[in-house]
Structures are given as structure tokens and as C-alpha cells.
């Protein structure tokens, strides 16, 4: 379960005592609603097939193969199945061998999402061994459906865009700028990465 409303209102009260930028946007835009996904494979699943797509065409690939197969929250569904089943419900090839790449990491139990390790570096590492599961996918994984409350997605261009506007930067701050800023929010980075995106569409709704 990702963080909920009161863990989100807590950790951002704090922020905003700790940084202007919070408070004021915090009275601009409000607290953000939860972000929250269900823990598992399906979820990791629905991220792939989620990937360089838009929501609505995530969801019809996403809605065909269930139809097609079943129970896509059971990896063993996906075992055996040809490459062409996968590629006749809008997969691309390269989403095909990834989507059997995670059930196959979970099936042998090398990747055992119920017991990943507490530390958020070492679970990460774990996650990228996947093929088609990056360092921000994996994050987002952690702190949507794990609730961890320190997962900072440094790489995320809205969160450093949003960054930036909170704090009043002239400019939109790099990966590595975007991290070091957020050092002094430790251990509340995930209630601040999600207080970003919520800025950030509240500022793309006024545009």
C-alpha cells in the first residue's frame, strides 16, 4: 500500500516547516490525494505495458490480454504463451520479452516481491535486474505500492521541474542537483515526490 493521506499530511506539514516552498505551496495547491497501487507482480506488469503509451492504450492492451488469458495477477498465466498472442493484443516485441522476463524472474522466485529488502538502494537493485524495469520504474513501485516513505525519483523530469518552481530556482535543476536539494527532506522524499506531481498539475490545469 503507498502512503496514505495522514502519512502524506504529516510528512509535508514537516517539510513545510523545514522549507518555505513547501508551505507556500502547500497553501497553493493544497495536499495532494494517495497515490497507491496494489503490491505484487500485476502491478510491475501493468508498469511494462504501461511504458512510452498513453493511460487509455495501457489499459485497452492491459483489458485484451486479460481477455485472452485470464488472471494477470498469476505469472504462471503468461508461461508458454507465444510471442504472437502477446503481439496480436498490441505488445511490441520488445514488451513481450520483458513481460516474460518478470514472470519468469517471480515464477523461479529469484525476484519475491513479498520480501524485498528493507533498504530502499538494495530493493531497487533487485527490481532493474528485470529486463524493462528501470531505476524510476522501480521507484515508483516502492513508493505507490510499498508506501516507502523515502523513495525519491530524482530522475522524474516533473519532479525536478516542480522542484525548481517550489524552491524558485531560475532553472529547471539536473538528476543530480535535484538530488542533493532534497537531502535535508529525509526521510519524507516520497510525500515530497508526490507533492511535486500534484503541483505539477495543478500548474499544467492553470496553463
Known sequence: MGLSAEQLKTSLDVLAAREPGFAAAIARVGYPP????????????????????????????????????GD???????????????RSVGFSR???????????????GRLNLADLPADDEEAIAQLV?????????AEIYLL???????????????VQ?????????????????????AEPWRPHRGAAAIMTWHHYRADMAVI
Open 161 to 181: 521541474i516542480e522542484v525548481g518552481r517550489i524552491l524558485g530556482l531560475d532553472a529547471r535543476p539536473s538528476e543530480k542537483l535535484t538530488r542533493e536539494l
Open 144 to 158: 505507490f505500492a510499498e508506501g516507502r516513505p523515502d523513495i525519491w525519483p530524482a530522475g522524474d523530469l516533473a
Open 94 to 108: 520488445q514488451k513481450t520479452g520483458y513481460a516474460k522476463s518478470l514472470a519468469e524472474e517471480v515464477v523461479s
Open 72 to 86: 494477470l495477477t498469476d505469472p504462471t498465466t503468461i508461461a508458454g504463451v507465444p510471442d504472437e498472442t502477446f
Open 34 to 69: 494517495v497515490r497507491i497501487s496494489d503490491r505484487g507482480y500485476a502491478t510491475l506488469l501493468r508498469t511494462i505495458i504501461g511504458q512510452q503509451v498513453s493511460v487509455a492504450a495501457a489499459q485497452s492492451v492491459w483489458t485484451k490480454l486479460s481477455e485472452a488469458l
Open 129 to 137: 535486474r528485470v529486463k524493462g524495469i528501470g531505476r524510476w520504474s
